[in-house]
């Protein structure tokens, strides 16, 4: 099973600041297919980025993705106010599919 | 738009068997795999397995012995059982689309199940 590790736990940061997330994995994902998701309180994930760097369908284009192996980032170019949120990352490319433990980005 | 939702009882006794439905609409179940993945109160989220539309499975290892993923494809829908239930299951569960090579796009908003006597 791959083993998926965010970092920071926790970033605090001011609307306009960028946000940089990292998740490594414990072994190679394969054909880089490593995902980031949003969640806020009392709703579903929401899928931002597949493929390492895809943005998925109507996700600003803040939102950036890259990485490839086992080191792989999401980067928010400019926070805004909607995107305090907790951010999972998500290997589906050797089963069973795993879920990293989450990068909440607060209000500094 | 598809959209799916979950239903099922919100409350189930340690050692029963849980057991939820999905139902799609907006689109058809067939051609595409559907996944049913949870999160405990409070901490990350646990992909439990999928079904392809055809009815080939693929679960995680960690409760292999105890869930069952079907699909009824005449009602549009998919199910999980999990038996054998313990408070270490009380989580929200959610069913979400998934396709081959990419990551569940469509996701149901989520059912609270607890597991208490």
């Known amino acids: 099973e791959i083993v998926l590790t965010q970092s920071p736990g926790t970033l605090s940061l001011s609307p306009g600041e960028r946000a940089t997330l990292s998740c490594r994995a414990s072994?190679?994902?394969?054909?880089?297919?490593l995902a980031w998701y949003q969640q806020k309180p009392g709703q579903a994930p929401r899928l931002l980025i597949y493929g390492a760097s895809s943005r998925a369908t109507g996700i600003p284009d803040r939102f950036s993705g890259s990485g490839s192996g086992t080191d792989f980032s999401l980067t928010i170019r400019r926070v805004e106010p909607e995107d305090f949120a907790v951010y999972y990352c998500q290997q589906y490319g050797s089963s069973p599919y795993t879920f990293g433990q989450g990068t909440k980005v607060d209000i500094k | 738009q598809v959209q799916l939702q979950e239903s099922g009882p919100g409350l189930v006794k340690p050692s029963e068997t849980l057991s939820l439905t999905c139902t799609v609409s907006g689109g058809s179940i067939s051609t595409y795999y559907w996944t049913w993945i949870r999160q405990p109160p409070g901490k990350s989220l646990e992909w439990l397995g999928y079904i392809y539309y055809s009815g080939s499975t693929n679960y995680n290892p960690s409760l292999k012995s105890r869930i069952t993923i079907s699909v009824d494809t005449s009602k549009n829908q998919f199910s999980l059982k999990l038996s054998s239930v313990t408070a270490a299951d009380t989580a929200v569960y959610y069913c979400?689309?998934?396709?081959?090579?990419?990551?569940?796009?469509?996701w149901g908003q989520g059912t609270l199940v607890s597991v208490s006597s």
């Open positions: 072994q190679s994902v394969s054909s880089s297919y």
């Open positions: 979400a689309r998934d396709r081959l090579g990419l990551p569940p796009d469509y």
